[in-house]
């Protein structure tokens, strides 16, 4: 699956993407941006979704009856291609084409997207919507990422194989540490809010607070609660607008005839809410590896300020 990705030239390097993706490349970087519209950026496992329901709880002033929609729709990813929804009666189709859809959304849009800067629409930089960005640890993130290709991308290498891949920026949206610093390199604008994973952890109230500070809301200690609630792990692993399961309910239909056994045991690879730590790495890489990681990440971290660490 990963190797029949695409690769899309950027300045400086390449972008490994799915092949589909080509033909709506241009259309994104030359799409219409709105001042209201509120942007989360991230690279793939960063805890995207997570930080993406805080953002539309808060800026849609804790419309938990909305947030029963699936989350894809109420904040599509740009570069889904096509876009799975539910129809009136719940069941789960093919909607449309992502880009399409999302240039016709009512103001004010919610859009999400794991693209690198160079391959966003040009109007960031001028209209300056709202643009939330969060990365995470990228142990932890490679732990999680080979876990999704084998759910979503019918993966069965091995996780080893799968660091050599991560490692050497050949896996989709890399290289990873050219995303994460087109946003670091603009944290301090004030239409940027700039996230790390460990910090949600480790203090997602403080988090949910400054959010709300960004998006010019307020809310009282109730609203707080009722929305860290909202977040826990638990809460986040059981609804099914945001842990996915409908949706590859529907894969697992709509493949059904072409299954191979590889497939199957994909599928049963561990949920797309899966642990939800900081730290797993260490039950996955071995110490040679591992080490590798940190001078790799120690290496592109240098002099950036950036760390992982909280
Ligand atoms: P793990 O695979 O390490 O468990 P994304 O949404 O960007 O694909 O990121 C997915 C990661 O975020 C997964 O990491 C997932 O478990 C984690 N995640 C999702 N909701 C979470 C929550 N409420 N608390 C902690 N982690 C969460």
Request: charged share 25%.
């Amino acid at each position: 699956g990963l190797a029949s990705g695409g690769l899309i030239e950027v300045n400086p390097g390449k972008v490994l993407i799915p092949p589909k993706f080509k033909s709506y490349a241009q259309r994104i970087i030359d799409m219409e941006v709105r001042p209201d519209d509120v942007w989360l950026v991230s690279y793939p496992r960063t805890g995207s979704t997570w930080t993406q329901e805080m953002v539309w709880l808060i800026g849609n002033d804790l419309d938990f009856q909305g947030a029963k929609m699936l989350q894809q729709l109420r904040a599509p990813v740009l570069e889904l291609t096509a876009l799975l929804g539910n129809d009136t009666s719940g069941v789960i189709k093919l909607i449309g084409e992502t880009v399409e859809i999302v240039e016709s959304m009512p103001s004010p849009r919610f859009i999400k997207t794991h693209l690198p800067l160079e391959l966003l629409p040009k109007q960031l930089d001028v209209v300056k919507p709202k643009i939330v960005y969060v990365c995470r640890n990228p142990k932890d993130m490679c732990v999680s990422y080979y876990h999704y290709c084998r759910l979503m991308h019918d993966l069965h290498g091995s996780f080893n194989d799968f660091c050599e891949l991560f490692i050497n920026d050949m896996v989709p949206m890399g290289p990873i540490w050219n995303h994460i610093m087109g946003f670091w390199n603009r944290r301090n604008d004030p239409n940027v809010l700039f996230l790390r994973y460990e910090e949600l952890k480790k203090d997602l109230k403080s988090v949910v607070l400054r959010c709300a500070k960004f998006l010019n809301k307020e809310l009282n200690e109730e609203e707080v609660q009722a929305v860290l609630h909202h977040l826990s792990f638990e809460s986040m692993k059981n609804n099914p607008a945001v842990n996915l399961e409908p949706v590859l309910e529907y894969r697992k239909t709509a493949l059904l005839n072409q299954m191979t056994e590889d497939k199957v045991t994909c599928m049963q690879a561990p949920s797309f809410i899966r642990k939800g730590v900081t730290g797993d790495w260490a039950n996955h890489m071995n110490p040679e590896i591992a080490a590798r990681f940190d001078e790799w990440i120690k290496t592109n971290l240098e002099g950036t300020g950036l760390n992982f660490q909280v």
